[in-house]
C-alpha cells in the first residue's frame, strides 16, 4: 500500500491507475481535510467483497 497526496495522484492519475490495475497496488489519497480514499483495481475491490461475503457465510 502506498500512500500519495491528493495533488500528488491528481497529477499522476493515469499512472497511479496503470499501476493499480497492472502492478496489484493498493494507494491511499491523503487529503488535506483528513478525509482519505483508497484507491486498488476492480478485480481487487472484488477478490476482497469474495473474501468478505464467505467470511460472512462461515459465520452464519
Request: charged fraction near 25%; proline fraction near 0%.
Amino acid at each position: 500500500m502506498t500512500a500519495v497526496t491528493s495533488g500528488e495522484f491528481l497529477n499522476e492519475f493515469t499512472i497511479y491507475a496503470d499501476r493499480a490495475n497492472d502492478e496489484n497496488e493498493t494507494f491511499v489519497i491523503q487529503r488535506e481535510s483528513g478525509k482519505n480514499l483508497v484507491m486498488m483495481s476492480m478485480t481487487a475491490y472484488n477478490a476482497l467483497q469474495k473474501e468478505l461475503y464467505m467470511a460472512r457465510q462461515g459465520k452464519q
